[in-house]
C-alpha cells in the first residue's frame, strides 16, 4: 500500500487533519508497514496529541472473581 498524500484522517475529536507523514512522527515506534495497516484501516480511530493526552482515564475494573476462588479450584 503506497503513502497517499490525498488521504488524510481527521482526528476523532477535534477534526484536525491528520497526514500519514505525521502520523508516523507521532508513533516513531512502529514500523512503517505496521503504520499504513493501522492509518488506512476505517475501523481504526486516530487522535491528535492534544485530545489523545486530555482524554480522560478510565476507571479500574474490578475482577469478578477473587484469588481464592482460583486457588480454590485450581490448586
Do not use: W
Not at 17 to 34: D, G, R, T, V, Y
Not at 46 to 66: A, D, M, T
Amino acid at each position: 500500500m503506497k503513502s497517499n498524500n490525498t488521504h488524510l484522517k481527521c482526528c476523532v475529536d477535534c477534526g484536525k487533519p491528520i497526514n500519514f507523514n505525521e502520523f508516523c512522527q507521532n508513533n516513531p515506534a512502529l514500523k512503517s508497514e505496521n503504520a499504513k495497516a493501522l492509518y488506512y484501516n476505517p475501523i481504526i480511530s486516530i487522535y491528535c496529541l492534544n485530545c489523545y493526552f486530555e482524554r480522560p482515564e478510565k476507571p479500574f475494573k474490578q475482577k469478578r472473581r477473587g484469588f481464592s476462588y482460583y486457588k480454590k479450584n485450581y490448586l
